[in-house]
């Protein structure tokens, strides 16, 4: 099972210029071949398919707290891809000329089918594909397939970087560069443990200077390169076995973090876009609809959920302790 919590992985920073085309762009980060929804689908079916879990437990608890990582991912450029498309389609519902201002953008789903949000798509609004899920059953192709998986996946995001400078999707880039290269030393240690090939002296791989990227540095500086989480309050407890040694680029000690998943950060409350009825044409009457709904529960007045304000998190009614929510959506 997995537990989702309230919070993305990282903080991202709040609606600023709109950006569809750079949206566009950051698809591939989502829907691409090498697209979170690639690495989450291809570790959930290997994890899902693994036998002899027992015999072989490390390398099951390696899968299975990856994956639950990756579904986070999904959600984190999920949001950023959401914030880049805030303000785009601003306008009345129902006149003629309110999505005049997007009709010549790269993705005119974003719009279309979707209510100025991300798409199961790639950059060229290709569908995502089951076909891109890999899952053999021998563990050693398996690992090797996600070692390259990570490779190619870590030469996107610096593309996207490079491509796209607003500030959600640098700051969504610069965090993916750091977990994807956590991602990437962990399968191939696994490979290292299991067959005893050199593959720390394939790094770095491809030649990205992560620790050159602005971006990247504040994780760095937390260690966030070094560490592997569980996302359990108690299992998968078995990772240690195989993520240890020395990082290949830094030579630091390798570690699965005491937590169980990353301290994360409230997500922002975006706006409504109601020129393509997002949450609806008419976003107040959803609102009073559910405060009265919140009434008859007897809950309280405000909602209880944590968003984050500026750049802080605003709780709100009888919510749980910051403590309590560290983590993004698992």
């Not at 989502?30 to 689908?41: A, D, Q, W």
């Not at 067959?195 to 770095?204: D, I, V, Y």
């Amino acid at each position: 099972m997995i537990l989702r919590v309230d919070r993305l992985q990282t903080e991202l920073p709040p609606p600023s210029d709109p950006d569809p085309v750079g949206a566009a762009a950051v698809q591939e980060l989502l829907g691409g071949k090498f697209g979170e929804m690639s690495t989450f689908m291809n570790y959930t079916y290997q994890s899902f398919n693994f036998r002899n879990r027992q015999g072989a437990r490390p390398f099951y608890d390696l899968l299975a707290s990856i994956a639950a990582e990756e579904f986070g991912h999904i959600e984190l450029v999920s949001a950023a891809i959401n914030t880049m498309l805030t303000g785009a389609a601003d306008g009345t519902p129902g006149k003629a000329g309110a999505l005049k201002g997007v009709k010549d953008t790269r993705n005119t789903q974003h719009f279309i089918a979707g209510g100025a949000g991300a798409l199961v798509q790639d950059s060229m609004g290709k569908p995502w594909s089951g076909d891109y899920v890999f899952s053999s059953g021998d563990l050693v192709e398996d690992l090797t397939h996600n070692f390259f998986l990570e490779t190619g996946a870590r030469n996107n995001k610096l593309k996207v970087y490079e491509m796209v400078d607003h500030p959600a999707a640098r700051a969504l880039t610069g965090y993916l560069l750091v977990r994807g290269g956590v991602h990437q030393v962990a399968y191939a240690r696994a490979l290292e443990n299991l067959t005893g090939a050199q593959m720390m002296k394939l790094f770095p791989s491809p030649r990205i200077p992560t620790d050159k990227i602005p971006e990247c540095k504040p994780h760095i500086k937390r260690g966030e390169h070094l560490k592997l989480y569980r996302f359990s309050p108690e299992d998968f407890q078995e990772l240690a076995a195989v993520f240890n040694g020395p990082h290949p680029e830094t030579g630091e000690d390798l570690q699965v973090a005491d937590e169980p998943q990353p301290e994360g950060a409230p997500a922002h409350d975006l706006p409504p876009q109601t020129a393509v009825f997002a949450p609806g044409p008419a976003p107040e009457e959803i609102a009073e609809i559910a405060a009265k709904l919140r009434q008859a529960a007897d809950l309280p007045k405000e909602p209880t959920g944590t968003v984050a304000s500026n750049g802080k998190a605003k709780s709100n009614g009888s919510t749980r302790s910051a403590s309590k929510r560290k983590a993004g959506s698992r």
